[in-house]
C-alpha cells in the first residue's frame, strides 16, 4: 500500500467512524420497510391507508385557500426566475399568513401544522414557485425550527420559536467546500473560551440556503476531540448562531441553473462569539442534530416534486389533446399516449407514497426514517424522469422559455424553468446515492449487529466466534422460514391488486434472502459493491411504493365505489415496477458490474483520454 493509499483508507476509517456514531442505532417503534428487508411485509402498519381526519383537512384546506389566491395574484415565478429576487411583498404576505410558522407549535406562535398538512402547503407553493418552496422549506424542515423543536432546550424554545413563527427565517450550515456528502471533514472550529461561557466560531460554510437572508443559522462546527478508546475521535457540534452577530458575514451569493429565486451561498464566521447556552442537544452531538432533522425534515422534498409533477400533468394533457399532428391529437399517438399515462401512474404513486409517510409521521407509532429516505429519493428522480417525458410532449415550445413563449403569443408553459428548478433534488438534503447508502446500511443493519465482527478485520476471534454462533442461531430458523410457502394474511383488496399485493410479500422474502447471500458472497467487501446494494434498495423502494399504492388505491375505490380509475393507476404502476424488480433480482449479482469497474479505471487513471479528443 503506497503512502496515499494509506492516507485516503486511514480518512474514509475516519468518515466512516463520524457517520457510525451519529447513526441513530435504536429502532423504538416498528418501519414497514425495515421489516420489508427482513421478508415481513406488516400490513397492520399501512392497512387501511391512513385517512386525513376531517378537522385536520379543513385546517390545511383553508390555509391552502389562502396561499393559492395569494400566490396567483402577488408571485410571478417567471419574474423571480429572472430577477434572482423573491419580491419582499411575497415574504410580508407569507410571514402574514403564517407560512414562517407552519410546524412551529402553536403554543409557541405558529400554526402548529400536522406534517401532512405542512406537505400539502409545500407541494402548492412548490406548483407556483419552487424557489419560494425551497425558501421556505429551507427554513422550517431543515434550519432552526425542527432541530429546535426536537433537540431545544425550553429556554432555547422559548426564546426562538416565536420570533420564527412571526417570520425571522432560518437556515441550516453544514457543507463546506471539502464536507460535501461526507460531514466527517468539518473544518469549521468552536473553541471554548477560558472561563467556559462562549464558544469561538471560525469558518466558512458554502451553499446555505437563506443565508443572507436569515435571522437564525444551525451551524455544525468541531469541538475539541474527545479520546476513545486510545484513538483520537472528531466532535461535530451545532449551534444557534444569529447572523446579527459581530463576525459573521455574506461572503459571496452562488447562482445556479434552477431555483434561482433562493438566496444562496457562503457564510464566512471570524471570531464570532457564541454563547454556551446556544448548543443544540449537547456536545459531539451535532451530526446526530443533522441527521435526525433530515430525517423527517426530507419528507418536504417528495413534496415539492409532486407540487412540479402535477404542474406537468396539468400542461401535458391540455397539450396533448390540443395539439394535433398526422391527422390526430398528439395524444392519440401510443408514443405519447404511453408517456402520459406513465406520468399519471408515477403521481398516484409519489402522492401515494409521501402521504403514506406523513401519515405515519402524524400518528408517531412507526419509524419513518426508511420511509423518508425512500420517498425522498424515489420521488426525486421520478419527477425528473416525468420532466423530461412532459420536455418530450411538449416537444420544442417545452425547451422555450416561458417568456419567449408568451413573447410571440403562446402559452407559458413553464417546463423548461421546472426542468431547471427540479433537478437538484436528487443531489441536495441527501443525494441519491447517500440516500441508496443510508437505505443498504439500515437493512443490512439487523445482520450486521448479530454477525458484525465477522465482518470486522479489526475483531479477535472470541469475538468472531461469539458472532458466528449468534448467526447461526438466528438463521437456523429464520433462513428456512424465507423459504417457505406464504401463510401471511391477505389484507382486502380488488383483484389485481391482490396479484400485486402478493408479488410484494414473495418478493419481500426474496430480497431478505438475497441480502444475506450478498453478505455471504462478498462479506466486509460488500460495501464496495455499490450495484449489488443499489439494486437491492431499488427493491425494496420500489416494494414499499406498490404496497402503499395498493393501499390507497383499495381505500379510494372502497370508497368512492364509481370511479375505478386508482385501481387503474395502481395496476399500471404495479405492472412496470413488477418488470423492473424482477429484471434487478435476476441481474442481481451482475456481471457487467465488474466490466463497468474496469471501464472507469481506464477512465479515471487517464487511458481513455482519445475518447476527450477534438475539443475546442
Ligand atoms: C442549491 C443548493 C442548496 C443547498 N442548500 C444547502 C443548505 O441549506 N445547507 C447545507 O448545509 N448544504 C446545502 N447544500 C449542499 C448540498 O446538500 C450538497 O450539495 C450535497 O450534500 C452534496 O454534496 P456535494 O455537492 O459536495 O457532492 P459530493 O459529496 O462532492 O459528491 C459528488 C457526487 O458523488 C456522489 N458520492 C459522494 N460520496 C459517495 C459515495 N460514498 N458513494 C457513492 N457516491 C458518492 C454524490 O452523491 C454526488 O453525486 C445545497 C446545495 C445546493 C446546490
Given at each position: 500500500?503506497?503512502?496515499?493509499?494509506?492516507?485516503?483508507?486511514?480518512?474514509?476509517?475516519?468518515?466512516?467512524?463520524?457517520?457510525?456514531?451519529?447513526?441513530?442505532?435504536?429502532?423504538?417503534?416498528?418501519?414497514?420497510?425495515?421489516?420489508?428487508?427482513?421478508?415481513?411485509?406488516?400490513?397492520?402498519?399501512?392497512?387501511?391507508?391512513?385517512?386525513?381526519?376531517?378537522?385536520?383537512?379543513?385546517?390545511?384546506?383553508a390555509l391552502m385557500a389562502k396561499v393559492a389566491q395569494f400566490l396567483k395574484t402577488h408571485l410571478d415565478p417567471e419574474e423571480v426566475d429572472r430577477t434572482r429576487e423573491l419580491p419582499q411583498t411575497v415574504i410580508e404576505g407569507l410571514r402574514t399568513l403564517g407560512c414562517f410558522g407552519m410546524k412551529?407549535?402553536?403554543?409557541?406562535e405558529g400554526l402548529g401544522l400536522t406534517q401532512t398538512n405542512y406537505n400539502r402547503v409545500m407541494a402548492l407553493i412548490a406548483s407556483h414557485c419552487m424557489s419560494t418552496a425551497v425558501w421556505l422549506s429551507a427554513h422550517q424542515s431543515i434550519g432552526v425550527p425542527q432541530?429546535?423543536?426536537?433537540?431545544?432546550?425550553?429556554?432555547?424554545?422559548?426564546?426562538?420559536?416565536?420570533?420564527?413563527?412571526?417570520?425571522?427565517?432560518?437556515a441550516f450550515a453544514l457543507t463546506e467546500s471539502g464536507v460535501g456528502s461526507d460531514p466527517a471533514k468539518v473544518t469549521t472550529t468552536a473553541v471554548l473560551s477560558e472561563d467556559g461561557s462562549t464558544y469561538l466560531l471560525n469558518g466558512e460554510k458554502l451553499w446555505c440556503t437563506n443565508h443572507a437572508v436569515a435571522d437564525f443559522i444551525v451551524v455544525v462546527a468541531q469541538t475539541v476531540?474527545?479520546?476513545?478508546?486510545?484513538?483520537?475521535?472528531?466532535?461535530?457540534?451545532?449551534?444557534?448562531?444569529?447572523r446579527a452577530w459581530p463576525g459573521v458575514e455574506v461572503a459571496y451569493r452562488c447562482d445556479f441553473m434552477g431555483i434561482r429565486g433562493i438566496q444562496n451561498g457562503i457564510l464566512r464566521f471570524t471570531n464570532v462569539r457564541v454563547p454556551k447556552e446556544n448548543i443544540l442537544w449537547e456536545e459531539g452531538r451535532g451530526l446526530k442534530v443533522a441527521l435526525m432533522t433530515l430525517n423527517t425534515g426530507r419528507l418536504t422534498l417528495p413534496a415539492s416534486c409532486l407540487g412540479a409533477a402535477r404542474r406537468c400533468m396539468e400542461i401535458c394533457r391540455r397539450w396533448a389533446n390540443e395539439r394535433v399532428q398526422w391527422g390526430a391529437p398528439i395524444g392519440q399517438h401510443e408514443a405519447i399516449a404511453v408517456r402520459l399515462a406513465r406520468m399519471a401512474a408515477n403521481i398516484f404513486a409519489m402522492e401515494s407514497m409521501t402521504t403514506l409517510a406523513c401519515a405515519l409521521v402524524d400518528r408517531g407509532e412507526t419509524d419513518i426514517r426508511l420511509e423518508a429516505a425512500m420517498a425522498k429519493m424515489f420521488c426525486s428522480e421520478t419527477t425528473w424522469e416525468l420532466v423530461n417525458?412532459?420536455?418530450?410532449?411538449?416537444?420544442?415550445?417545452?425547451?422555450?422559455?416561458?417568456?419567449?413563449?408568451?413573447?410571440?403569443?403562446?402559452?407559458?408553459?413553464?417546463?423548461?424553468?421546472?426542468?431547471?428548478?427540479?433537478?437538484i433534488n436528487t443531489i441536495f438534503e441527501g443525494s441519491s446515492e447517500i440516500m441508496r447508502l443510508f437505505i443498504a446500511r439500515e437493512a443490512l443493519d439487523p445482520h450486521l449487529t448479530l454477525g458484525g465482527a465477522l465482518f470486522d478485520p479489526h475483531a479477535d476471534r472470541q469475538a468472531k466466534w461469539q458472532a458466528a454462533r449468534r448467526m447461526l442461531k438466528f438463521y437456523a430458523w429464520w433462513y428456512p422460514r424465507q423459504w417457505m410457502p406464504l401463510t401471511t394474511a391477505m389484507p382486502s383488496l380488488p383483484k389485481p391488486l391482490r396479484t400485486h399485493y402478493r408479488f410484494v410479500q414473495r418478493a419481500s422474502r426474496r430480497l431478505a434472502r438475497t441480502l444475506v447471500h450478498a453478505m455471504g458472497r462478498y462479506g466486509p467487501a460488500l460495501e464496495r459493491r455499490q450495484m449489488v446494494l443499489w439494486r437491492l434498495?431499488?427493491?425494496?423502494?420500489?416494494?414499499?411504493?406498490?404496497?402503499?399504492?395498493?393501499?390507497?388505491?383499495?381505500?379510494?375505490?372502497?370508497?368512492?365505489?364509481t370511479d375505478r380509475t386508482p385501481l387503474l393507476l395502481a395496476d399500471l404502476f404495479c405492472r412496470e415496477q413488477r418488470r423492473m424488480i424482477t429484471a434487478a433480482f435476476r441481474h442481481a449479482f451482475s456481471r457487467t458490474d465488474a466490466t463497468a469497474r474496469a471501464v472507469s479505471r481506464h477512465v479515471l487513471e487517464g487511458r481513455l483520454r482519445w475518447l476527450e479528443d477534438d475539443l475546442v
Open positions: 500500500m503506497t503512502t496515499a493509499d494509506s492516507v485516503q483508507s486511514s480518512e474514509k476509517m475516519d468518515a466512516v467512524d463520524v457517520v457510525e456514531s451519529a447513526r441513530e442505532t435504536e429502532w423504538v417503534h416498528p418501519s414497514f420497510v425495515a421489516e420489508l428487508f427482513l421478508g415481513r411485509v406488516r400490513s397492520d402498519l399501512i392497512f387501511p391507508f391512513p385517512e386525513q381526519g376531517v378537522e385536520d383537512r379543513d385546517i390545511g384546506d412551529i407549535a402553536e403554543d409557541y432541530p429546535l423543536k426536537m433537540f431545544g432546550t425550553p429556554e432555547q424554545k422559548r426564546k426562538y420559536l416565536p420570533k420564527l413563527a412571526k417570520g425571522a427565517i432560518s476531540p474527545k479520546i476513545v478508546a486510545g484513538r483520537e475521535k472528531k466532535q461535530l457540534t451545532a449551534f444557534i448562531v444569529e417525458d412532459a420536455m418530450q410532449i411538449k416537444g420544442g415550445r417545452g425547451y422555450e422559455t416561458a417568456q419567449s413563449l408568451a413573447g410571440r403569443g403562446e402559452s407559458p408553459d413553464p417546463i423548461e424553468r421546472i426542468m431547471r428548478d427540479v433537478r434498495v431499488d427493491i425494496g423502494t420500489a416494494l414499499f411504493a406498490m404496497a402503499g399504492t395498493c393501499s390507497r388505491a383499495a381505500r379510494m375505490v372502497r370508497e368512492q365505489r
